[in-house]
C-alpha cells in the first residue's frame, strides 16, 4: 500500500475529511489532497 493509500485508509478509519485533518496538522485541505495523491502515484 503506498503512502497516499496508507494516509487515506487511516485518515477514513478516524472518519476525518481531509478538512478536518488539514486542521489538526495545521496545513491546508489542499496539502492533505495533495499528499494523498502524490504519494499514490510514485
Same mark, same amino acid.
Given at each position: 500500500?503506498?503512502?497516499?493509500k496508507n ?11 481531509? &478538512? &478536518?485533518l488539514a ?12 499528499? &494523498? ?6
Amino acid at each position: 500500500m503506498s503512502v497516499g493509500k496508507n494516509l487515506q485508509f487511516l485518515r477514513k478509519m478516524k472518519d476525518l475529511t481531509q &478538512e &478536518e485533518l488539514a486542521e489538526k496538522l495545521a496545513v491546508s485541505r489542499q496539502t492533505v489532497s495533495k499528499w &494523498e495523491l502524490e504519494f499514490s502515484l510514485s
